[in-house]
């Protein structure tokens, strides 16, 4: 019966040391200030799948409003040191006919103050474009490494680690109750 329970907690360690790395991920993020009355950087070209902060260091209040594509991000208000983050699609979006902007062109303003700041966010068709545009300007794009845990590839993942355990368990008791008859 030992056995049975030394191998149960064995397995219970192990899952419980797996599951908080299962589908962990590097996601970038990449800072946009929110100064006085601009965008800094107004141009930012980063990979699909980055996610972009805006974070307001004035001292107003301020919104940051994508127009095209129309309504792809809205912040809402924006205080003084407050941010909003916006992760951008894995994939670059299909052109539109309508529209005169570059596909995976995010053009985005303040709606407070929308004659003076206006800014854009493109997603580069390379990775190596994107790394080349974020690493130009390190005082204002740093894009620490953020661990994510979710996604279907976790749930799995672990639902995978639970099973395997249970069946050790029941494998080890299988085992000793055929053991203590039979023997």
């Known amino acids: 019966m030992r056995r049975v329970v030394y191998l149960a907690t064995l397995s219970f360690i192990a899952l419980l040391m797996l599951v908080p790395t299962a589908g962990a991920q590097e996601r970038k993020v990449v800072k946009v200030a929110i100064r006085d009355f601009y965008f800094e950087p107004y141009e930012l070209v980063i990979e699909p799948g980055t996610t972009v902060q805006w974070v307001n260091e004035s001292d ?11 309504g792809a991000f809205l912040s809402g208000t924006l205080n003084p040191g407050e941010s909003f983050t916006h992760t951008f699609p894995e994939r670059l979006p299909r052109p539109s006919p ?6 995976g ?7 407070i103050h929308p004659d003076t700041m206006r800014a854009s966010v493109t997603l580069s068709e390379s990775r190596q ?31 995978l680690l639970v099973v ?13 109750t055929i053991r203590r008859r039979f023997w």
């Open 129 to 159: 474009e994107a790394t080349t545009q974020i690493t130009e300007d390190t005082t204002t794009q740093q894009p620490p490494a953020v661990p994510s845990t979710g996604g279907i590839n976790a749930i799995i993942l672990s639902g």
């Open 60 to 70: 107003t209040q301020h919104t940051v409003f994508a127009t095209n594509p129309a």
């Open 105 to 111: 062109t995010y053009r985005y303003y303040c709606e």
């Open 98 to 103: 309508d529209s005169t902007a570059r596909p």
């Open 164 to 176: 395997v355990a249970a069946v050790v368990v029941a494998v080890s008791v299988l085992g000793w």
